[in-house]
RNA sequence: CGGGAAGUGGCGCAGCUUGGUAGCGCACCUGCUUUGGGAGCAGGGGGCCGCGGGUUCAAAUCCCGCCUUCCCGACCA
């Protein structure tokens, strides 16, 4: 709603566009396409044309608003960055596969994909004491990640525009106080911007560091998933889910364990079926995956989970290479009989069956029958499954659920992750000490804002997006309608565009000479919520239409109280809920 | 990086199987008529058929190589 200057058509960078570009798949890329508000320069770079841009700097001024209002103070970090300030916190080695590099004539340089080493370079000198403690910082800043697939227009982009927040404290106390206000700045910031954005308890990835929370919003185009629990309200991203515990159930008594040979059947799919061949038992679900993991110092690990779930591999192990499996039965590997220098973990869920199936560790050969603490041991239980969707909540009694959902912020707790690296990121305590400062990190991704926006409020074929008020690039449009547009119709849509951009509402004016069908159309690819459509026919009963296209409802106004009523609609809009 | 699809005026597409010097719709320009929901008539402009090589008298079309884009997967703050 920054624009107060009233606009007129025929002064738009716009142009009707019947179809989209055949690689817009998503339908709010396609409404972004065809209402010319984005253009693509190449795969994941976009610019942002003159209406795309204005919907930009709606986000953007909430955006201020709100963390301004939460304390803190806006800044501008470069976005060209010198390697050695990545290599002091080995990101140069940990980001490689996103980071864009430039090497110069004048030395070597990296584009931002984030910016927590600039920020601690730009902030350090002036955080001396414990006084100078707590400080909370942001930018909106031009990022830039070489992503290895762009995707859905601007929802996944090589270049973007990020709001990051950063907060230093004196500990992890204050330290969480510093979050909390940035996170209530972000659930404030997402109600005024019409997206339902839930917090959902997070994964902490290559940024580090302990407690933080990813926003989230239920979208078919999301590429996350988080589990929700209806009953409790716990919600978590899916990678960070937990299930609750399923019911163990005593291993089986009268079983015993039976190898059979079974050659040519790696994995499980096919072991399921040569070992029904054979005459046994079996289905996916009562195969034991077991996966050889490496932990951090290089010792191997064997994974188990039921053959029917997805291994959620440890923090800080990962798959064994096929060099690493030298010594064991690829496709093949079992539970059973390992030496005493392979620790075997288990899923809880392995309590979950009498018995199982699984490799017998030799090539070709599978055994059924296997009981834990009987044919096999296990060293230790933790969790290692991918959560489904029927898991039990680890709260409370419910049941949890997938949703599909896009990233829209995230809020991390750093602690002392980047600081208690970097020798100039202290402060001097009040006993004098010489003490890293604790950090937090927050992000919205502005620019895939839009995208997310329209989704939400496009219909399905990308056709138009009718945008909430608060974001709109135009609150109103009016368009001026009737045989041959008499003096009087131009005259009074005319004097209407003023005195409504007068009284603080953005309005556009559609003042080409165009027929009815064809403006109609492009106001609704311009997208604003409210239309004032002035007729011949109306005028002459001294009134005007208003229709809202939230509520797809036309009501006449007389001409005098338009401005008035106008008012009141866009208010009423903007506080409603969609 | 694996799998799939596609590159032909600004946009959407046909032509390719069976080689013969490029076409349709929209958009654009001019004029007139229109204007309460993507107008009508008449006239007009615009293309290194992604790039490079090859076969051939002749290549948008056949062959080889490369590039780019989109979708699925891997990956992902």
Redesign the pocket.
Known sequence: MLALVPMRTSELVF?????????A?AASHKALIRGNYIR?L???VYSFLPLGYQVLRNIEHIVEEELDRAGASQLLLPALQPVDIWRATGRIDK?A??LFRVDGKSGSFVLG??HEEAVIEAMSPDIESYRDLPKLVYQVQT?F?DE?????GLMRTREFIMADGYSFDIDRETMRQSYQRFYEAYLAIFARLGLQAEPVEADA???GGDVNHEFMVASSIG??HFARCGDCGYQANIEAARAGAHPPVAVALDVEAVTYSTPNAPGIEIAVKALRDLGAEVEVGTMLKSMLLVDETGARVIALIPGDRTLKVPHGMRLATDAEMAGFAKGYIGPQGHSSEVRVIADPLVLTRPSWASGANKEGHHSVGLRVGVDFEVDSFVDLVVVEDGDPCPRCEGVLSLVRSV?VG?TFQLGLTYSGVLPQARYRSFEGEELPYWMGCYGIGVTRVPAVIAEQYCSSDGDAVVWPVAVAPYVVSIVG?????TNEVTAVAAQLHESIGQSGVSVLLEDR??????A???L?LIGSPLFC?V?????AKGVV?LRDRIHDQTIEVPVEEIVATIHTFSRDLASERR
């Open positions: 142009r009707s566009r019947r179809e989209v570009p055949q690689d798949e693509r190449t795969s994941g980001m596969d996103v994909p984030t990022k990640r290895p697939r762009a995707r859905f990835g290559s940024i590429e996350d990233e995230h309608v009737g045989a041959t547009k000479n165009i027929s009815t069908g064809v109609m159309r492009d609704e459509i007729g011949a026919r109306s005028l239409e």
